[in-house]
């Protein structure tokens, strides 16, 4: 997973816990929000994603954080929130999409990703 964290905050520009931390807050949503088949390819597809989505998405955070991106109507404004509440920017947060979904295609290929991004509403926009 090193790589792929190295690569977004190389490439965005963060550090890397951030970037670690917003891959997995990101990967997370998109496997709350996306179609299960797909999605699930794709996270198992990159190495140690799935480890990334449990860290950053485990039980703990289920409750509180299920019900806050509830209150703010959930989806990537939600999303969105989440990460500029880590210090990122907007340039920075569709940086870190597109180039965690660049990752994506490499290792699961690009109808898979294709399929994610056709099925959450507003992603497109950012990647």
Known sequence: MNDLVNRVADNVGIDPVIAEKAIGMMLGFLQR????GPVARMIEAIPGASDLVAQYNGEGSGG?????MNAMGGGVMALGQQLMSQGLGMS????LAKE???VAREHAGDEVVDEVVASVPGLSQFV
């Open 33 to 36: 929000e996306a179609a299960d």
């Open 100 to 102: 965690t979904l660049a």
């Open 92 to 95: 920075e947060i569709t940086g």
């Open 64 to 68: 509180l954080l299920g019900g806050l």
